[in-house]
Each structure stands twice: as C-alpha cells, then as structure tokens.
C-alpha cells in the first residue's frame, strides 16, 4: 500500500467543527434564492436527490438545468478560516509518512484548498480530485474512483482510502482498496480500521503492515 486517498471534510477534520453546516445552509440557499424551488420543498427535494444519485447537485443538473460550476461556486462561499486553524498534530502525523497522498472529495478543489491551507497541511499532497473528475458524478458511484486511480497512475490494491463516509468505503473495497473509516459509530465489515481521527492515521497503517 503505497498511496493514501483522503476525504476532505469531516475526514481531515472533526465533524464538531460543523464547516458542513455553513455550506449546507447555502446549497438550501442557492435552491430556493437561485434555482426557484420553494422552501417548504427543499428537504425533501434533497432527500431525494441523495437517494438517487448521492449528492444535491446531480438533481439539480438533471431536473433543474442547473449549471454545476455556478453551484459550485455559490454552495462553496463560506469563511473556512472562521472554523478552521492550522493543525499541528495532523501536520506532524502527514509528514511522518512516506506514502503518495491525494485528497479525493465531493467538494470543490477551491474549497478543498481551502481547507488544507487553513489546516496548514496543503504541502502533503500531491492533488485534490473533486467532483470534476468524472463529470460531476460523486462518490460513491465508481465512475469517480476509476478516473482518480487512472490519474494516479495506480491499481486500488495500493490504496488505502480515508474516509468519514460507510457508503463510500463499500465502494473502495469493492474495487480492491484498503479501507479505514474517520468518526464515530459502528464499523461495518468492509472497513478495515476504524479511527477516531484523522490524527491516527499512522497508527491504523500498522494493520497493513502486520498483514504482509
């Protein structure tokens, strides 16, 4: 295993920062002020978008001619910095391992560098692969893993996935990952660590390394 793919947020940091939260407000925003839909209607409208096709904006391309870059761009509007700050103990977890690292979000890649900038981190990475790479389609659908893995130049037996998210985690086993899962809850049997943060990373890799 000689590359880490990373989530980006509630992976890279804490869920309880809540950075979610300030981007979910606005994709609710950017439904009712931009799109049109009325707000008694949005929850339910992204329910069933993330039902069908795993994010908000694949419904909003497919049934409302949304444009995605606009969406983007809007959704993605938020102070990062007012809820994030540098983090030493990550930073020193990162430089500490030797493997080739990318992050790989739903996201954008202005936000994901973002994030890695407020976390003092953005230098561990190689690249950041949003929701760009394979035509807007999310994880976890497999269209997006393939084209990251053929980007690396890489077989997903020599990945290991980092990841806050069950659903996506499935997917990277399926396809032959190494999978650890960030947060807290139960540990469904595809994952193969299970970590409280981020911050243990180098921790969880010592299950490969018993394994060979």
């Known amino acids: 295993?000689?590359?880490?793919?990373?989530d980006l947020d509630n992976t890279l940091y804490p869920a309880?920062?809540?950075?979610?939260?300030?981007?979910?407000?606005?994709i609710n925003r950017y439904m009712t002020e931009v799109v049109g839909i009325p707000a008694p209607d949005v929850d339910a409208l992204r329910r069933r978008y993330w039902q069908l096709y795993g994010v908000t904006l694949q419904g909003l391309i497919r049934h409302h001619g949304v444009d995605p870059e606009d969406y983007l761009s809007y959704v993605h509007d938020v102070d990062v910095r007012s809820i994030l700050s540098p983090d030493p103990a990550l930073h020193r977890v990162l430089s500490g391992l030797p493997?080739?690292?990318?992050?790989?979000?739903?996201g954008s890649t202005c936000h994901a560098n973002r994030v890695l900038a407020a976390l003092g981190i953005e230098e561990f990475f190689e690249d950041v692969y949003d929701i760009r790479v394979a035509a807007y389609l999310p994880k976890p659908w497999t269209e997006p893993?393939?084209?990251?893995?053929?980007?690396?130049?890489?077989?997903?037996?020599?990945?290991?996935?980092?990841?806050?998210?069950?659903?996506?985690?499935?997917?990277?086993?399926?396809l032959g990952m190494g999978t650890i899962l960030v947060g807290a809850g139960q540990t469904p049997d595809y994952v193969d660590v299970h970590l409280d943060s981020a911050r243990q990373v180098h921790a969880g890799l010592t299950f490969w390394d018993q394994a060979s």
């Open 1 to 6: 295993m000689d590359v880490l793919i990373f």
């Open 16 to 26: 309880e920062k809540q950075l979610f939260g300030l981007i979910d407000v606005r």
């Open 99 to 106: 493997h080739r690292k990318a992050v790989f979000t739903n």
């Open 145 to 174: 893993y393939h084209a990251v893995l053929e980007k690396l130049g890489t077989s997903p037996d020599r990945c290991i996935m980092i990841e806050d998210s069950r659903d996506n985690l499935a997917t990277a086993k399926q």
